[in-house]
């Protein structure tokens, strides 16, 4: 193992992100890492000659180049990209205004690829690399009332993040999609989790979900973020890496059950979803 590789971490104040940035440094690794603020990163983190902190807006493209531009310019290189950062939007879909939807998509997804923009030409020139996008179990089923635009944000990370593995693959770069159930972080805090500015009194399933997230899930969450951020290690550590990683016992099985649903739809409905091509003349 080549400890003196090089992560770039986005979000790394808190949460997963900062579970991650501790373990990072205490293998000894080099890390650079953003946040929104570099007083919250340095005080959560600490100062050392391995860790460059960096204040960062992940949607602003020219902020993200030049967090890149400085990382190589203090390490001389990248080895691993982690799109971590990003924030729970609840609210039904005829709630939410187009802003609000919008600026989802903006930090969740743009800002992930601003990243992976900027950091490709670096990863390509020297023919290696990991990136490690962070989506949610609630990117690979949907089935979560209120969460149907932050579902359709991590949706996209699993898109585009297969479609990337594919492009990449011949640069000797690899690509992971992470897909984490709950985890004990401030995710469910009021400064993580966004909620309709208006809210409409119909949707009683969408504020049960809100406030069962809010108050009841929020601090009982089952995932340890040290276990987590201690997974992804490993695979970046691992010769051969997963396109999908799936991390909880609850991610683990609700993945299965997707999995499930879809085939017995596929075998339910496949007389009529084979019955769609041209007849061929006998």
């Given at each position: 193992m080549?400890?003196?590789k090089v992560w770039f971490v986005t979000g790394a104040s808190k949460g997963l992100g900062l579970s991650l940035v501790k373990q990072l440094l205490n293998k000894?690794?080099?890390?650079?890492?953003?946040?929104?603020?570099?007083?919250?990163l340095e005080k959560a983190v600490g100062k050392t000659e391995s860790f460059l902190p960096l204040a960062v807006n992940i949607a602003d493209e020219q902020s993200v180049n030049e967090a890149i531009s400085q990382t190589i310019s203090l390490f001389g290189k990248i080895d691993v990209v982690v799109n971590n950062a990003g924030y729970?939007?609840?609210g039904g879909l005829e709630e939410l205004s187009d802003a609000e939807a919008r600026a989802n998509f903006d930090v969740n997804v743009f800002g992930s690829l601003n990243v992976i923009?900027?950091?490709?030409?670096?990863?390509?020139?020297q023919q290696s690399g990991h990136i490690f996008n962070?989506?949610?179990?609630?990117?690979?089923?949907?089935?979560?009332?209120?969460f149907g635009i932050y579902c359709a944000t991590k949706f996209a990370v699993q898109g585009f993040t297969e479609s990337l593995a594919a492009e990449i693959k011949a640069f000797g770069v690899k690509a992971?999609?992470?897909?984490p159930g709950y985890f004990r972080t401030n995710f469910l805090n009021p400064d993580s989790l966004s909620v309709p500015k208006k809210e409409i009194a119909e949707y009683k399933a969408v504020r049960d979900v809100q406030a069962a997230h809010q108050h009841d899930i929020n601090g009982n969450q089952a995932g340890d973020p040290e276990k987590g951020a201690a997974a992804i290690i490993t695979v970046?550590?691992?010769?051969?890496?997963?396109?999908?990683?799936?991390l909880g016992q609850d991610a683990y099985d609700i993945a299965y059950q997707k999995m499930n649903d879809v085939k017995a739809d596929l075998e339910n409905w496949k007389e009529l979803s084979t019955s769609t091509g041209f007849t061929v003349a006998s």
């Open positions: 080549n400890n003196q000894g690794y080099n890390v650079a890492a953003t946040s929104r603020s570099i007083t919250d729970g939007l609840v923009r900027a950091a490709m030409p670096h990863l390509r020139a962070i989506s949610s179990i609630g990117g690979f089923t949907g089935n979560f009332p209120g992971t999609i992470v897909s970046a550590e691992a010769a051969e890496a997963p396109m999908h990683l799936f």
